[in-house]
């Protein structure tokens, strides 16, 4: 008969990497996996295609913005929580002694301390005094990160914008090359045809571009969101070691996100115009006008990430 360690550990254990849960996500056949792991498991799939379960081989259908967007398996994820509840309060060298200062980026029991860290010159602190000034720290972290997700979310509404005014702009470009086209004679349609081609080329072009940016900002805010998730579970929910536990490798994460300059990634499509030609000179070579298709100038600064900020963040760990 499994004992109840055992099977707890079978519950928050991903069976794609053999290790505990990291962000389990689920399928709709409530199997739950480590969003990295289904991430690997997809990558030969695009966002709308089908898959199989790992486990069971039911299908399931990619979201539309990724992997990603699976739900989040809330009931593996307790487990876990309370798995890491019942480890997290002891020191790892004295399992019968509970941390209770946090000292050289360590949450350490007094045994520890006389041990091995007494003569370091790092400040010596209690877990819940430290936990205090971490989640100040982290309160300030995520919302930069909340302000960054909202300029990305404004951003991604104007390149829809942006889009639709391209579109629109080359559609009615494509009527005025259709109205001349049909006043001069059978002689010019090849002409004509050429123009349709390549303004069509260049919306596809463009329209892929649009895509790729849209793209690479959903997948940013993927990052975002699941950062804010995270952060706000572990300042709302977790334990001062949890939160001195974390909250290095959190700060890093969120400045790395920070420094990553997705809200300059913007869509610029090419300026497309048509000129018409005389009709009335049929003998001059270009008898239906003259297409012109320039890149706009982007902007000399772009967007610049959150001005406000004066200097890069650093981790001040003691």
């Known amino acids: 008969m499994a004992s109840a360690t055992s099977t707890t550990t079978d519950l928050i254990t991903c069976p794609i990497c053999d290790n505990t849960y990291n962000n389990p996500k689920s399928l709709p ?10 991430k690997e498991y997809c990558k030969d799939k695009r966002p709308g295609d089908r898959a199989t379960c790992p486990m069971c081989r039911e299908e399931f259908q990619i979201p539309t913005d990724g992997v990603g967007r699976l739900k989040h398996h809330f009931i593996v994820q307790q487990l876990v929580d309370k798995e890491y509840e019942r480890q997290g309060s002891y020191c790892e060298q004295h399992t019968d002694k509970e941390v209770e200062v946090y000292k050289c980026k360590e949450n350490i029991c007094m045994k520890c301390y006389a041990d091995k860290h007494r003569n370091h010159d790092k400040v010596l602190g209690l877990i819940p005094e430290v936990a205090d000034n971490f989640r100040s720290r982290m309160n300030e972290d995520d919302q930069q990160i909340q302000s ?3 300029a990305i979310r404004e951003q991604s509404e104007e390149n829809k914008q942006t889009a639709t005014e391209f579109i629109s702009n080359v559609d009615e ?5 259709r ?26 072009e463009s329209a892929k571009e649009a895509k790729s940016v849209q793209e690479e900002n959903q997948e940013a805010l993927v990052s975002l969101e699941s950062f804010h998730t995270h952060s706000q579970e ?3 929910k977790g334990r001062p070691c949890d939160i001195t536990r974390a909250a290095c490798e959190l700060h890093d994460r969120a400045t790395e996100l920070l420094n ?4 300059a990634v913007k869509y610029y499509p090419p300026h497309v115009a048509f000129t018409p030609a005389d009709v009335t000179q049929v003998k001059r070579l270009s008898l239906v006008g003259k297409l012109t298709v320039t890149d706009e100038q982007q902007p000399g600064n772009a967007y610049l990430l959150h001005s406000h900020r004066q200097s890069v963040l650093k981790c001040q760990c003691q």
Do not use: M
């Open 179 to 204: 109205s001349v086209g049909d006043v001069v004679k059978h002689s010019v349609d090849r002409q004509v045809n050429e123009f349709l081609t390549e303004l069509q080329s260049v919306k596809s």
């Open 148 to 150: 960054l997700i909202d």
């Open 260 to 263: 990553d300059d997705v809200i």
């Open 29 to 38: 056949c409530l199997h739950a996996f480590c969003l990295e792991c289904i």
């Open 234 to 236: 572990l300042l709302d």
């Open 173 to 177: 470009e494509k009527k005025k090359v």
